[in-house]
Structure formats: structure tokens, C-alpha cells
């Protein structure tokens, strides 16, 4: 293998050259003499064998070259850095906590499945357990660095994994006028009756799923719905995973619409600190796809 010849200190010196605007503040911000600053530059530009800056007064300007290599090395530290804090995490060994956000819509029996799967293989990792709802997930990550996020959103700069497929239907309690109806729903015939709706928990809410009648009724989570609807109050759009045993026993009945009876959407696991996830995270993303694996299995 071919070792490098310019190292990582000679391109962060050419950055603060740049990003300063001239070898005397490089010099100040790195905390090195400007003669230093100097003679790192100008040996690089003696090994790739043609300049980077040109001098303009008082000013170094890159050259053509330069704007691209300049571009490349920036891409080159970051990763170098990356790195070093991926040593660090693994070095640590597993996290003293995992900071999970998981939108409402996930399936609650596969999740608290792969918890109780990691609980005796955590080594005494603490989880801290936080529900929102379709863009509050991700306004979480943009917050700050949550280890593992399953939502049905994937904000751009995020790594993510498929993890289970989300079916919603539409449901009303058993004694519901809605249930009484000979064929298919229509939208117009639903849109006579209050429609429960839950609450995006993001600061710019969105009405996912909402028919835009004016008898709506906004709740903030579906436990909250699903009890709304369980007693003859509405109709809603709730996920089948969650509500199995309620149409089982004949609290809740499906309806059958004339279209869009059921809703379908890929949910992903999001990891909030990309390479640097630790290992304790990585061992429940392993149980949860199992667990959900199990899911998809029983369907």
C-alpha cells in the first residue's frame, strides 16, 4: 500500500491559510509561528508539484487547483476526525444510555419485545424512551444527537435501515353508526361523521390522514385515540399492530371503505450519531429487527 506523502497537518494548515485569510492569522489560530505556517505550505506545494495560493497584496488567494483540492482535504479531515471519535466510542465500550425517539405509529409489541429482549443484555445501559409523532421524531435530531430514531421520516445526512412496514386501517367501535352501513364507505358518507386525529407533535404540524371534514377531534397520542374511538366516539385511522386484541374481542371493528381502507408506510431506524453509534444501539437495532421480523412473520 502506497503511503501518503502530504499529511493531515499540511492540509489543516492550508485550510487555516484560507479560512484566516492570510499566514499571519493562521499562525495566530493554530498557535504556530508564521514561519512555520510558511514553510508547511510552501512544502506541500513542493510535493504535489505546483501552487495552491497565489499572493494578492496582502492576501493568499488559491489557484484552481487549490479551490479543489482545498474541497477534498476539508472532506479528508472530517473523516480523519470522524474516525478518531469512532475510536473513542469503541474504546468506551458500550454507552452508560441510549436516548431512543420513536414515532407512535411503530408497532408497540414488536418494540417492547426487543426491549425486553436487550434488557438482560444491556450491561446496565439505561434507556430513555421518548414518543413523538410523524415530524416531531425527526425536529429531535435537529435538536441534537439522539442515538437511534424510528420514525417514518429520513431527513437528508442520516444513515437509516428499512425496519417494518406500518399498516394503518380504519376503525370505529363495534355499536358505531359507521359499522351499521350496508357496502362500502364512501369519503363523502365519512366525512359526515367526527374523525379522530392525532396530533404531529413537530412544531410545523401537518394533518396526515385527516379527510378535512369540519367534525375532527385532535388527540396527542394513538393510546388516546384508540380509547376516544373504543367508546363510540369517531372514527380513526390507527395502527393494526397496536389494535389486535381490541378487534379480536369486538371493541374496535375495521371498516370497510370504498377506498383507502388501509395505509401503508416504511418505518426506519435513524441513526442520530451515524458511525459513532455505539454498540449497546447497534445490539437493539439487531433485537428490534428480529423482533419486528417476528411481526411480519404472525401477520
Not at 489557484?63 to 466510542?89: F, K, M, N, P
Not at 421520516?153 to 435501515?161: Q, R, T
Not at 388527540?219 to 385515540?225: E, K
Not at 445490539?283 to 411481526?295: G, I, N, P, T, Y
Request: net charge negative.
Amino acid at each position: 500500500m502506497k503511503a501518503p506523502r502530504v499529511t493531515l497537518e499540511q492540509w489543516r494548515v492550508l485550510q487555516a491559510v484560507v479560512d484566516k485569510g492570510g499566514f499571519a492569522q493562521a499562525a495566530e489560530a493554530l498557535h504556530k509561528s508564521q514561519s512555520s505556517i510558511s514553510y508547511t505550505v510552501a512544502k506541500l506545494q513542493e510535493q504535489l508539484g505546483y501552487p495552491l495560493l497565489t499572493i494578492d497584496g496582502r492576501k493568499a488567494k488559491l489557484t484552481e487547483r487549490g479551490e479543489v483540492l482545498l474541497r477534498r482535504s476539508r472532506h479528508l479531515l472530517q473523516e480523519a476526525i470522524d474516525l478518531e471519535e469512532l475510536a473513542h466510542t469503541l474504546g468506551q465500550g458500550w454507552e452508560p444510555e441510549i436516548e431512543l425517539v420513536v414515532d407512535e405509529a411503530f408497532p408497540t409489541p414488536a418494540l417492547l419485545r426487543a426491549l425486553k429482549a436487550f434488557e438482560p443484555q444491556s450491561q446496565g445501559t439505561l434507556v430513555q424512551l421518548r414518543e413523538e409523532v410523524l415530524s416531531g421524531a425527526v425536529e429531535v435530531l435537529a435538536e441534537g444527537s439522539p442515538d437511534l430514531v424510528l420514525s417514518g421520516i429520513v431527513p437528508k445526512g442520516y444513515l437509516a435501515d428499512p425496519i417494518v412496514d406500518v399498516e394503518m386501517i380504519a376503525v370505529a367501535a363495534s355499536n358505531h353508526v359507521l359499522c351499521r352501513e350496508d357496502g362500502p364507505i364512501s369519503n363523502e358518507r365519512l366525512k359526515q361523521e367526527l374523525q379522530v386525529v392525532i396530533r404531529d407533535s413537530g412544531s410545523n404540524s401537518r394533518d396526515e390522514g385527516w379527510l378535512g371534514a369540519d367534525r375532527r377531534w385532535t388527540v396527542s397520542s394513538v393510546q388516546s385515540a384508540l380509547e376516544v374511538v373504543a367508546s363510540g366516539i369517531g372514527f380513526a385511522w390507527l395502527p393494526k399492530a397496536d389494535l389486535m386484541q381490541d378487534l379480536e374481542n369486538g371493541r374496535l371493528k375495521r371498516l370497510t371503505l370504498e377506498s383507502g381502507g388501509e395505509r401503508n408506510f416504511h418505518m426506519y431506524a435513524i441513526f442520530g450519531k451515524g458511525e459513532r453509534t455505539g454498540p449497546a444501539t447497534r445490539l437493539f437495532v439487531e433485537l428490534l429487527q428480529q423482533s419486528c421480523a417476528q411481526c411480519s412473520a404472525h401477520k
